[in-house]
């Protein structure tokens, strides 16, 4: 009875201090009141003190000094296309010049086994050129500086680069240096027609790649002493130019034999394979002993993107060995998985390729159940040292159109993984003239530095005749060999400058994308690895955007006006906004290309100011010794003129335009007059608004300012202005694009804690924007955003007088300064804090709010007064994880067994040279060893590609007032919400977060942070749709496949093995001195 008395006094007590804390609490009519206040005042204050009436007038009254010009999109982006598609044609034609050129070349040559001193001259484009050898048979060009490849260039010459793991000397590489050093000639020819021809490319089967112009190779990474990994063969041009796309299937032996070193081997093996392939495949990895199995959550075949073939490797490199080997249950899992056709794929070459150790199975059954027509290629590669029988996995390959390697140690990897790719362009060599069609790439980084680009490929065939024995003796026949893969760049650059940006306005843009939905032209598409960007990770996807991109794989024309969410440039604000998406394929390619427009640019302005007179008097007002009196101003660094230099410095930039104004005119033949007027007008009505500026002197502002579509950006005062840190180009500025966006001001926060810019919210104030808009002759148009900075001790006064109650007399009085009991705050529609009566908040404006209140922030969103959107960025950057290292140990360089040693498949494989040339550097460079430590000690602390997530939150709906109990068990906290008219701000009054600690304050973050993106198992199951090459050369009926692999028994002399052998281990494990 008498804890039942406690009960109910405790619930009356509790129940007497909620009705306390809502008697005292305001009322609903109360906030609404102060927030009604508090929205006139501060649109009234921006309204007046950015004068945005007063320059939507200035346009008005000027009328006459321009013309409103119309964006039709259908035929902007019908030209567009068509420009692209003259571009790519001209490009296409210097491919089949120089592909037939290679052919003949090659043809031509005579075969030669030895070579004189300086019979074979060429570029080496590693050599040293800062060195006083001379070597045998080297050039040594000259090199000066080419903007247009940002690097230093030779035009008299071509380089050559050949892999670190391939003997320079040997006779297939001094062969191949002298038949295609004729392609210079066809080089220099082709860029004499056509001087704005890039890279031109011969990458070659054996591994060499000479291209022009020549330039010194230099590692993206410039990282001294970097071991150089590039291998053409491997580049996504070559692998889609040498052969079609590919369905494979990896089969791995896990059986109790291949433990060990082995089983190492291959791990290895089948991580660097699964490089050898691009987006355009598919792959699947099975492993099998007793029982067979998918090694990863993929149940079928997916297609090799980044993160696909990640998953694969991750799961490879878990596998463990145990049981029998029963190459019957891995070939029957492998074939029946092959035989799916319910699922997306490549639907052209198959193959099936089995990595083991040996056995003594052919699995003969299986191969007549399954492939009895061979369509199925199947390559065996035996891994690792052992006795074993290599003849049944080596019939395996040649009963199925495949091939056969050994891969005894881990030099051999590269070349034998590699080498199937010529198995696979028989048939298109065989195919001729059908399979010479050009074929355009996906984006990509170019190995030269040139940054994005496209590469056009052509296959180049081997066209000499070869006798093959048969029972009527010695007969001709067709070479089967693919010589290699001609390749010529495309900048990104280059088509930017085909599909004009200052007229559509800086929501509007092209984007393009390829037959897999990739992005090789997006606003969001940054020059980083990976840059296989879908186009539904490019924006915020929705079902119509899904609809779209199916469309424009699909080479249809179409346009549509859609809702849609819009990321802001900055990447912390979600907008609603209004698109027209308008595409059409790019003909003689399979790219599509799309124009987005929002309704605000359907119309732009063009000035009408072609008189010197005028121009002049307008320049005048960009002088620096004017700033005092017209306000700091930079202007967007645009291509004004061909003849002046961009540059990220605002004010030598702008020096450098009014002299090139004032000695050549607005009318000189190499400026875009359009461009160079249009900036001139915004000079000019800009101008007016800064007198206007003058005239006034606003309480509580700091700043003025104005950016208009032009490219000018005005700031008053001056002193204003040198701290001014939003981008010189208003077609990149977070708040412009925003203020285009809606119809209203725009509060933005500060950044919070931002150490690039060195500014905190407080001292830097709160920006408030809003854009111009006019009406020309019924033609809606916004050319410029006008605003100012308030300051924020002011507007704190002013909040708290506006929010509190004179005829308090309680504890409780509502929002004044630092009250214990309520909180009040100020947010945007983004969440981030702008404004609170706490001074411990106002140390943290910029900041999001569910950092700073997380139990209130969650509550706010599930009302909803917030809604929010997840993303990926699958182009960032994270600081790499370390680990720990218990020990140094060896770790760059390999020593081979004697077993290694005594077999010559050994010497013929990439291991023996590579193993020679650690020899040699041991010797002459003591320091090579320690130089490969710092190396990897540099990589590790280099950032890295990774996946980053980030939540952007916005406001769910249009409802203005919202309340509600925040309940947090023990307790529970009072709150009001009110959005201001005409703003993207929300006004909070909630019981203070210290009257109820049981709240939940793990914080809420909406910051970009790593990620490892969707599930791929998940994504795999509804791949997005794509589409393949029409064309699929996979099987010939003529194809002579008698060539299927085998190695030779020779033997090298024991001792003279034994005693290298001993060298090496003395040198790598012997005690080492460096100079300190």
């Known amino acids: 009875m008498e804890s039942y008395s406690i009960a109910v006094f405790l619930i009356v007590l509790l129940s007497s201090l909620m009705n306390l804390s809502s008697a005292e609490f305001p009322t609903p009519a109360t906030v609404k009141t102060w927030v009604d206040k508090m ?94 050898s001379n070597e045998t048979g080297r050039i040594k060009p000259e090199f000066v500086e080419d903007p247009s490849f940002k690097r230093r260039i030779n035009y008299n010459y071509t380089a050559v680069h050949i892999p670190t793991d391939i003997y320079e000397g040997s006779t297939i590489v001094l062969n191949e240096l002298n038949w295609t050093a004729a392609l210079e000639d066809v080089f220099k020819k082709n860029r004499d027609e056509d001087p704005t021809l890039l890279w031109q490319v011969f990458g070659s089967a054996t591994g060499l790649a000479r ?91 997916v297609q090799a993107n980044v993160r696909n073939k990640k998953v694969l490797k991750d799961a490879v490199h878990e596998i463990l060995a145990k049981g029998i080997t029963d190459y019957k249950k891995g070939f029957s899992f492998a074939f029946e998985q092959l035989s799916n056709f319910n699922v997306s794929r490549a639907n052209c070459n198959k193959i099936i390729m089995l990595f083991t150790d040996g056995g003594e199975e052919r699995a003969q059954e299986i191969f007549e159940k399954y492939n009895p027509e061979k369509k199925v290629r199947v390559f065996t590669f035996s891994v690792g040292q052992h006795n074993y029988d290599k003849g049944p996995i080596q019939w395996m390959a040649c009963a199925n159109k495949g091939h056969y390697y050994e891969i005894p140690s ?33 984006v990509y980084l170019d ?108 080479g249809e024309k179409g346009e549509i006006k859609i809702n849609t969410l819009v990321k802001s440039q900055d990447e912390r604000y979600i907008d609603k906004g209004v698109r027209t998406y308008t595409w059409t394929p790019v003909n003689g390619t399979d790219y599509s290309l799309a124009l987005v427009l929002p309704s605000y640019s359907a119309y732009y302005i063009k000035a009408k100011i072609e008189d010197t007179i005028t121009q002049a008097r307008l320049s005048e007002t960009l002088q620096l010794d004017h700033f005092e009196e017209y306000g700091y101003t930079s202007i967007a660094p645009r291509e004004y003129c061909k003849d002046l230099k961009l540059s990220s410095n605002k004010t030598q930039f702008l020096l450098e335009f009014i002299d090139f104004i004032d000695r050549k005119s607005p009318n000189h033949p190499s400026c875009n007059v359009t461009l160079v007027n249009r900036l001139l007008l915004d000079a000019g009505f800009s101008n007016e608004l800064v007198q206007y500026w003058k005239k006034q002197s606003p309480q509580g502002v700091l700043a003025r300012f104005v950016a208009t579509d032009g490219g000018i950006t005005r700031i008053y005062p001056k002193s204003a202005g040198e701290d001014w840190t939003e981008d010189a180009e208003t077609y990149e500025a977070s708040f412009y694009k925003r203020s285009l966006d809606n119809p209203f001001y725009i509060f933005t926060a500060p950044y919070f804690n931002n150490s690039e810019i060195g500014v905190s919210g407080f001292d830097s104030g709160i920006m408030v924007s809003r854009a111009v808009e006019i009406t020309v002759d019924g033609k809606l148009l916004k050319p410029a955003v006008v605003g100012v900075k308030i300051n924020v001790t002011t507007w704190m006064e002013n909040f708290t007088k506006a929010t509190m109650r004179t005829d308090c007399t309680s504890e409780i009085c509502d929002c004044e300064k630092n009250n214990k009991y309520v909180d009040c705050v100020i947010l945007d529609d983004g969440g981030f804090l702008l404004m609170s009566n706490q001074d411990e908040y106002i140390s943290q404006i910029g900041r999001f709010f569910g950092e700073i209140d997380p139990s209130f922030m969650r509550n706010l969103i599930e009302v909803p007064l917030y809604s929010f959107n997840k993303s990926y960025d699958y182009q960032s950057v994270c600081d790499p994880e370390r680990d720990t290292k218990a020990a140094a140990g060896l770790r760059s360089v390999f020593v081979p067994t004697i077993a290694d040693i005594l077999n010559i498949g050994w010497w013929a494989s990439a291991a023996a040279w590579s193993i020679l040339q650690q020899l040699f550097l041991s010797l002459t460079f003591p320091n090579f060893l320690e130089a490969a430590d710092i190396e990897e000690e540099i990589a590790a602390l280099s950032k890295k590609s990774c996946i980053t997530e980030q939540t952007q939150y916005f406001f769910s709906n249009n409802v203005k ?64 749709h794509r589409k393949g090459p029409e064309v699929c050369f996979d099987n010939d009926d003529n194809e002579d496949d008698s060539d299927c692999g085998g190695v030779s028994g020779l033997s090298p002399s024991l001792w003279s093995m034994i005693g290298i052998q001993l060298v090496l281990l003395w040198l790598l494990t012997g005690s080492r001195h460096y100079p300190s």
């Open 447 to 554: 190995a030269l530095e040139l940054g994005l680009v496209i590469t056009g490929t052509l296959p180049v065939f081997n066209k000499t005749k070869e006798l093959k024995s048969n029972e009527k003796g010695a007969v001709p026949r067709q070479n089967q060999l693919i010589l290699g893969v001609m390749a010529i760049d495309v900048s990104l650059e280059d088509i930017k400058r085909l599909t004009p940006r200052f007229t559509i306005g800086p929501n509007g843009y092209y984007f393009a994308i390829d037959p897999n939905g990739y992005v090789l032209l997006h606003p969001n598409l940054q020059p980083k690895e990976p840059v296989t960007l879908d186009f539904l990770d490019a924006e915020l996807e929705n079902d119509v955007k899904v609809e779209i991109r199916r469309k424009m794989i699909d």
């Open 410 to 442: 881990i030099g051999a990897i590269r070349i034998n993984t590699q080498e199937y790719l010529d198995v696979l362009g028989r048939p298109m060599v065989l195919a001729d003239k059908r399979a010479k069609q050009v074929q355009w790439t996906n």
């Open 211 to 301: 291209y022009y112009p020549a330039s010194p190779w230099m590692d993206s990474s410039k990282t001294p002493n970097k071991i150089d990994l590039y291998d053409v063969r491997r580049r996504p041009w070559y692998i889609q130019g040498a052969a079609s796309p590919k369905d494979m299937l990896i089969l791995v032996d896990v059986s109790g034999s291949v433990s060990g070193l082995t089983l190492r081997l291959i791990r290895t093996s089948v991580s660097e394979m699964l490089e050898t392939l691009s987006d355009d495949d598919y792959v699947n990895v099975v492993s099998f002993n007793n029982d067979a199995k998918n090694v990863s959550c993929f149940t079928h075949l």
């Open 39 to 132: 929205q006139e005042d501060l649109v009234t204050l921006a309204r007046t003190a950015s004068g945005v009436d007063q320059l939507g007038a200035v346009f008005l009254k000027n009328r006459d000094s321009y013309t409103v010009e119309m964006n039709n999109a259908q035929q902007l982006v019908e030209s567009a296309a068509w420009n692209i598609e003259k571009l790519l044609l001209n490009r296409s034609m210097a491919l089949e010049t120089l592909a037939t050129a290679a052919e003949n070349f090659q043809m031509e040559h005579q075969w030669k086994n030895e070579f004189g001193e300086n019979e074979t001259m060429y570029y080496n484009a590693k050599d040293n050129l800062d060195s006083d």
């Open 961 to 1024: 007032s919202f309340d509600g109990v925040l309940d947090c068990g023990n307790c529970s906290r009072i709150y009001h919400a009110e959005k201001l008219a005409n703003t993207n701000l929300v006004f909070l009054i909630v019981d203070s977060k210290v009257t109820c600690l049981a709240c939940d304050s793990k914080p809420l973050i909406q910051a970009e942070q790593p990620s490892e993106g969707p599930n791929p198992c998940e994504l795999a199951q509804n791949p997005r």
